[in-house]
């Protein structure tokens, strides 16, 4: 049997075949209702197939958009993912992820088989391109979203949450019930200072403290993001002689950690330890006591994200268009800082 044509759909619809790429990739011109119908019954009686391959290399471009995250264990970077696929299917496009577990070489090969598969564009969540991530950027041209990650350069498209006033909420909330001071539990030692949103939100516990009066000498203490190295740093810190009344976590999936080694060395939380921590993941509401935190909305910033990577007018030079989209944090209050009931 032979293969059906676009030619075959335009016949028997009595259009051109031009009309009918525009009824398959709904654009770029618009089609009457009238002949969209007869196009459509037209694909469908004949069983016609895109091919999109094809599509792809005329177009230079397909329905993928290549995502990638530094972890997608952590429930963060899940749960971010998930609304970035949404936000995608609502437009017809589907995404590809990819894990660069923090490693720049990891990022690279993403970026290569993402960019060599053509992509419409790359949302790089938590994280700007490294150098050599950068390079490969700009020999492609390829278009770049940086997501919950502020950008380092002005011509950078980026969307992100008011990550240092969060933490600034977070952390005056924590003194409002009278501790002598908050410790912060921030990123690693070699968590960058700029664009970072880890960085941003230590940044965020300092100016809190400091507007308080308070000291942040000595009281900024490392681990990596997830709850199990988090654990580990706090079986340490609460078992010793300085133990803090209070702690701000810059990520959910850290104070998740620090909750389960109060648990552990008997330490009544809110009673003994004060915690809150930043994203407010689904799992922050189940933990026990219910963790305080902040609030991103990350399906609107997927939205915007999508939208973003392929928005066409950004390519254009002198484009007027807003490349930093910043959406506000908000205070979500439960149990674990000593509020007795919570708001949300």
């Excluded at 909750?259 to 994203?279: C, M, N, Q, S, T």
Aim: with cysteine; glycine share 8%.
């Amino acid at each position: 049997m032979a293969k059906v044509t676009r030619d075959d759909v335009a016949r028997l619809a009595g259009t051109s075949t031009a009309v009918v790429s525009y009824v398959i990739n709904n654009g770029p011109r618009p089609v009457a209702p009238a002949t969209r119908e007869r196009v459509l019954a037209a694909i469908k009686q004949l069983g016609y197939r895109p091919d999109r391959v094809a599509q792809a290399m005329a177009s230079r471009r397909t329905d993928l958009i290549g995502m990638i995250v530094p972890d997608a264990r952590q429930p963060f970077f899940a749960e971010m993912a998930h609304a970035v696929e949404q936000a995608a299917a609502e437009r017809g496009k589907m995404v590809l992820v990819g894990n660069s577990d923090y490693r720049d070489e990891r990022e690279v090969h993403y970026l290569r088989a993402f960019l060599g598969m053509r992509v419409s564009g790359l949302i790089l969540v938590s994280q700007g391109p490294s150098e050599r991530a950068a390079a490969e950027i700009e020999a492609w041209d390829a278009r770049v979203v940086l997501l919950h990650e502020r950008p380092e350069a002005i011509d950078d498209v980026a969307v992100v949450t008011d990550d240092v006033g969060g933490a600034q909420l977070a952390t005056r909330h924590l003194l409002e019930h009278g501790h002598a001071y908050v410790a912060c539990l921030g990123g690693t030692e070699e968590t960058p200072a700029v664009g970072d949103p880890v960085a941003d939100h230590v940044e965020g516990w300092r100016r809190a403290m400091r507007e308080s009066g308070r000291s942040t000498e000595g009281r900024l203490f490392h681990a990596p993001y997830n709850r199990y190295d988090a654990y580990q740093v706090a079986l340490g810190l609460l078992s010793g002689p300085d133990r803090p009344p209070a702690i701000f976590c810059a990520t959910d999936d850290q104070a998740i950690g620090v909750l389960r080694a109060a648990r552990e060395l008997r330490i009544d939380v809110p009673g003994e330890l004060a915690v809150a921590g930043f994203d407010d993941v689904k799992e922050a509401g189940l933990t026990d006591p219910p963790l305080t935190t902040v609030f991103s909305d990350r399906p609107a910033m997927a939205r915007a994200a999508v939208d973003l990577v392929l928005d066409d007018s950004l390519r254009v030079v002198g484009s007027r268009r807003e490349r930093l989209k910043q959406f506000p944090s908000a205070l979500v209050v439960r149990r674990s800082c000593g509020c007795g009931e919570p708001t949300s």
